[in-house]
């Protein structure tokens, strides 16, 4: 087989082994989809696709440093703490 021919099978193989993984997180996803928020698998693999292709070309998201995500996940259990109060208090009125 020439170099060419088996760039071109690899790259095959490669990009369907993306779809199938891609096929399998739409599955999961379509048990909560409704009527408003389906999508069919091409239009979601077209999605991911954008997507990745935007993580291609530069625009990353910002990693987060530990101390970023410490402090975001005080903030989350804070305002669990407070949802939590709230609601007893309303239970208790």
């Known amino acids: ?10 790259k095959l193989a490669k990009d369907r082994i993306f779809e199938d993984k891609i096929y399998s997180l739409w599955l999961n996803e379509l048990q909560s989809m409704d009527k408003e928020t389906y999508i069919d698998f091409d239009g979601y693999l077209k999605k991911v696709k954008s997507k990745q292709l935007l993580n291609k070309s530069g625009i990353k998201r910002k990693k987060k440093t530990i101390k970023e995500l410490r402090l975001e996940s005080m903030k989350i259990i804070n305002d669990d703490k407070k949802n939590k109060l709230t609601s007893t208090k309303e239970n208790l009125n």
Request: without cysteine; proline residues 0%; hydrophobic residues 40%.
């Open 1 to 10: 087989m020439d170099y060419d021919l088996s760039n071109k099978v690899l």
